[in-house]
């Protein structure tokens, strides 16, 4: 390896490394500042880390010219952008605080910094998130062995430091960054020959899922099972079915499924206890799916069957809808910035921003899965099935919680528009006879 490539790979680390704090910054900051009680406890430290994720991403040389996004992908995102923005300074009853001001500047400053990223980042980058999202995942283990006030049964969550801030922390975006361990260690599973690699893959699949359980989080557990329904429909025929039979009989994958079933029974036996915890959260979340589908559909309920709060939530939000077709007020132009709550992002667009901001965010979200769908079906690089799984995720979203202003939401959605569906971005030996074809001028 000579120097220039030594210093190309780092290059691609360092853009690696503040994409990963970007989009699945959180879990850290919240290990960082309320586990380990480094920095204020407030939003001045988010602020500061993800300006610190900024400057690593910040390119050695700004020209004129920059990679080519997904032109549609970015035409419908910057219409919804600039929706949000029109609206917060023009139609805001609000007010106009400093946090959306700083994120939509951090917003907007990730997409422009993206355009100068490599495409053929994509191979360390998956790395980067899988290392990232892995590390996460012991953190929160770590934090809640050493948080006195958690027991078993609560929601897996880093628990806040500051006054007045939620109460048990945030289990969704905990569960967001174990998913993302998941889709990383699937995606990586194909691309080392090495058994041990193999195996150390797939027990961070089983891991992360069983995080994801330990989280309690509904909408990924939703989104989990629509990913595999992806997967399995878009890639599932009889040729390839007969082909799968005759590999599970060779020499290597019966090495590497014994190991792991080892493996799984010695960790089952060695924490039979840790084994029993995870099946007693697997029947709370079935008693939780339970009282969701019985309080959407109303449903008479028996004894053991509660009242969802959060599905009454969406019950509202769905009355609202119906109130709001009614309205031409709210259909035209909506009630402004953030005026509704509605934990449902698209009838909070519609609320908010009227039947166009609502048509314009759907469309966004429609293409991302329209190129999702394809990226899973064709398979052309780790990198890219690894950001279609993690849209198929968005839908049950969708339908389930977030605002459509949150950076949570926003994060992604840049790098979506940067390098979902790029025609271009195939395996990692063909990206330099296309580089040509992925530079543009901005």
């Keep these: ?223 989990t099972g629509i990913i595999m329904a992806t997967h399995f429909f878009l890639r599932f025929n009889f040729s390839t079915l007969g082909s799968s039979i005759r590999q599970l009989f060779t020499l290597r994958v019966l090495t590497i499924v014994l190991v792991v079933i080892g493996l799984i029974n010695y960790l089952i036996k060695r924490f039979h206890g840790v084994y029993s915890i995870i099946l007693g959260y697997w029947d709370v979340l079935g008693t939780r799916f339970e009282n969701v589908i019985f309080t959407t559909f109303g449903l008479e309920t028996g004894e053991d069957v509660e009242v969802d709060a959060s599905a009454m939530g969406r019950i509202d939000s769905f009355e609202f809808f119906e109130r709001a077709l009614d309205d031409p007020k709210v259909l035209i132009i909506g009630n402004g910035y953030k005026t509704e709550f509605m934990d449902v992002p698209p009838i909070e667009m519609l609320g908010n921003h009227g039947i166009i901001g609502a048509a314009v965010f759907m469309a966004l979200n429609f293409y991302f899965f329209y190129f999702s769908i394809r990226e899973i079906k064709f398979q052309r690089s780790a990198f890219a099935v690894f950001l279609a799984s993690f849209f198929m995720y968005f839908p049950a979203l969708l339908i389930s919680s977030g605002r459509p202003y949150d950076i949570a939401y926003w994060f992604p959605y840049v790098l979506f528009i940067r390098f979902l569906g790029l025609p271009y971005l195939g395996p990692i030996e063909k990206e330099k006879k296309k580089q040509a074809t992925g530079l543009a001028t901005v």
């Excluded at 770590?142 to 628990?159: C, D, E, H, K, Q």
């Excluded at 960054?177 to 889709?183: G, Y």
Aim: aromatic fraction near 16%.
């Design 1 to 223: 390896m000579n120097f220039s490539t030594l210093i190309q790979n780092f290059h691609y680390l360092r853009y690696s490394v503040g994409i990963s704090m970007m989009v699945n910054g959180f879990p850290i900051i919240f290990f960082v500042r309320d586990t380990l009680g480094i920095g204020p406890a407030s939003s001045v430290f988010t602020a500061v880390f993800f300006v610190a994720a900024l400057l690593i991403m910040f390119p050695t040389r700004l020209s004129l010219r920059a990679y080519k996004p997904n032109m549609l992908l970015f035409q419908l995102g910057m219409l919804f952008f600039g929706i949000l923005v029109y609206y917060f300074f023009f139609f805001n009853g609000v007010g106009k605080g400093v946090t959306d001001i700083a994120n939509f500047g951090l917003t907007f400053l990730f997409f422009i910094l993206l355009l100068y990223v490599p495409n053929e980042v994509q191979k360390t980058l998956v790395l980067v998130l899988f290392a990232m999202s892995f590390l996460n995942n012991l953190t929160l283990i770590y934090s809640l062995l050493t948080n006195p006030s958690w027991t078993l049964g609560m929601r897996a969550a880093v628990t806040f430091a500051n006054e007045n801030a939620q109460e048990g922390g945030n289990p969704h975006l905990a569960a967001r960054n174990a998913l993302i361990c998941l889709l990383t260690a699937y995606v990586l599973i194909g691309e080392y020959k090495q058994v041990l690699v193999k195996v150390f893959f797939i027990l961070s699949v089983l891991f992360a899922f069983a995080v994801i359980i330990l989280t309690q989080s509904k909408s990924c557990l939703l989104g």
